[in-house]
């Protein structure tokens, strides 16, 4: 059942679980309880599509190293940002869940085998459990395995997987009730701080929704999971979670950056190595990493490069490219303009895929471009990059978030270490020279974006770390099941988990975390350890 806020809703709800999110990790975690037999509602503070008012609420102040704006890299409607997701698919390696000596705060509390079996079902929800890296023959194969590791990314073929067009398992399932146009302002706990008692939650027209449960999962992403604990401040003066001062910090992103660039004539050996291809109907596209040996041995981050065609440093878009690229960061990601975004991502994926590297390698030759060595960087954990509250305050009455995103001298370490690596393997294999970007060796330390890179040339929109999982709560927010240290009944779901980034996109460990966490909550709810919820004096009805 879908009640829309906008109009009539009930005065109260209850459920066995009460989900904050609606996107991978919230749509994830109440199938899985679904087919445990809970009751689940979904709440989500936007409609079924983008609306400026609701877009507005992601807006906030960001200080420290420059980002892109907070109402542009995430969406508040059904499915979230996942409705603009690439669908890139890869698992974390095994080097990055250890603690890394070279690597302050580094270490999750689980190792890969723990979320093995959900990683693998995760596979399967994206349709690429049948991709494995190609056997073919290319450069890929003659790198030395104690310098350079070569990763796979793997493609969704649904660019909607998680909007309201796909979710009618959920909205037509009795127990399952979505709360749309409904903000969460405010996660109340029990008098005794041991647990959660309800969800103070604002309809457009400032009315106020109560909403019970047995259990509730926390799983808005992972700027706006941070920003509800420290806003559920009415009880908790710090916030929920945040007896150690840690919610919010630890922000990571993958950010992005101009590596350097392959010099000499080979450019067709390496294009042909990073063509996508299609293996077993899945398609996928590699990218090179320092081996767990050369991490070790440096003291390196798991960064991440690939190889492209890019205009050179300090060059401009030719007027095509701009017009593009103006167009699609002013459209609004309305349905309308989310299918166009797919029709040419369909388009030009048809194109490459039919012509494979000849197209950039002509256009390399004919335009006199780079061979560019493009980043896709793993940020250190670091306690000062953080998200805080603002001091203004949204139309919900909630206060915007504060971003101070922070980078440190590892950070630019890494890459450079990377492009180092691949430098003295081009050499070896005889395939020109790799020329390191002029700020890697800058004694400043800063990072650097190029916005001639990627289309996203800051960063992924891939929000980690800000409320990480630590067996110790003097170290994390969450145990190694997303449960809130200290709060019988509060879990955790998204990246805001991870105690590290890695090199991989976040979204296929996102969606195996949901899982994990959803079966620890469904045992749970089996084995009652919370008290039963009351809804007294509510004309509620039950979801």
């Known amino acids: 059942m879908r009640i829309d806020c906008a109009g009539d809703a009930p005065e109260a709800l209850t459920a066995d679980v009460a989900i904050i999110g609606s996107g991978a990790a919230g749509q994830a975690a109440a199938r899985r309880l679904l087919k445990h037999g809970c009751r689940v509602v979904i709440i989500e503070s936007g409609g079924i599509d983008h609306e400026a008012e609701a877009a507005d609420l992601n807006a906030g102040e960001i200080v420290g190293q420059p980002y892109h704006p907070l109402d542009h890299s995430r969406l508040r409607f059904f499915g979230g940002t996942t409705a603009v997701w690439g669908g890139r698919c890869a698992e974390l390696d095994p080097i990055d869940f250890e603690r890394r000596s070279w690597v302050p705060h580094s270490g999750w509390p689980i190792a890969p085998d723990d979320i093995a079996g959900e990683a693998e079902e995760a596979r399967q929800m994206f349709g690429v459990e049948r991709a494995a890296p190609p056997q073919q023959d290319s450069i890929l194969n003659r790198f030395s395995p104690e310098e350079l590791a070569v990763r796979w990314w793997s493609f969704d073929p649904k660019f909607d997987r998680f909007t309201i067009d796909r979710a009618s398992d959920l909205e037509s399932d009795p127990r399952c009730t979505l709360l749309i146009h409904a903000t969460v302002r405010e996660i109340i706990p029990a008098p005794d701080l041991q647990s959660i008692e309800r969800l103070d939650i604002v309809k457009p027209d400032g009315r106020v929704i109560d909403v019970r449960a047995r259990h509730f999962l926390l799983a808005a992403g992972g700027i706006e999971n941070p920003r509800i604990l420290l806003a559920s401040n009415s009880v908790a003066t710090a916030g929920l979670g945040n007896g150690h001062d840690l919610v919010g910090r630890y922000f990571m992103e993958h950010p992005h950056a101009r590596g350097g660039r392959i010099i000499g004539r080979f450019e067709w050996q390496w294009l042909s190595a990073f063509a996508k291809r299609r293996v077993g109907g899945v398609e996928m596209s590699p990218a090179i990493t320092p081996s767990s040996a050369l991490q070790r041995r440096e003291g390196l981050l798991n960064s991440a490069i690939t190889v492209a065609v890019r205009q050179p440093e300090g060059g401009s878009h030719p007027l095509l490219k701009r017009a593009y690229l103006h167009v699609k960061h002013r459209t609004a990601p309305t349905r309308r303009g989310r299918s166009l975004w797919k029709a040419t991502k369909q388009l030009v994926r048809g194109y490459t895929g039919a012509i494979g590297p000849l197209h950039p390698w002509a256009m390399k030759r004919l335009n006199n471009l780079d ?150 909550i469904a045992e749970s709810i089996r084995r009652p350890a919370v008290r039963t919820i009351t809804a007294t004096g509510a004309d509620g009805t039950t979801g």
């Open 371 to 520: 061979l560019a060595l493009v980043v896709r960087a793993e940020q250190a954990p670091n306690p000062d990059s953080r998200v805080l509250l603002s001091d203004s305050r949204d139309a919900s009455g909630m206060p915007r978030a504060r971003l101070d995103w922070r980078l440190s001298a590892i950070d630019v370490d890494s890459v450079a270490g990377l492009v180092a690596a691949i430098g003295r393997e081009a050499e070896r294999l005889g395939l020109g020279t790799a020329e390191p970007a002029t700020w890697l060796s800058a004694g400043s330390k800063q990072w650097v974006s190029d916005g001639l890179v990627s289309a996203h040339p800051i960063g992924g929109f891939h929000h980690m770390g800000t409320t990480r999982m630590a067996d110790d709560p003097k170290r994390g927010v969450t145990d190694s099941w997303g449960k809130v240290h200290g709060l019988a009944n509060l879990h955790i779901a998204g990246s805001s988990l991870f105690p590290t980034g890695g090199w991989a996109n976040p979204t296929l460990t996102i969606v195996a975390l949901a899982l994990r966490t959803a079966d620890r």
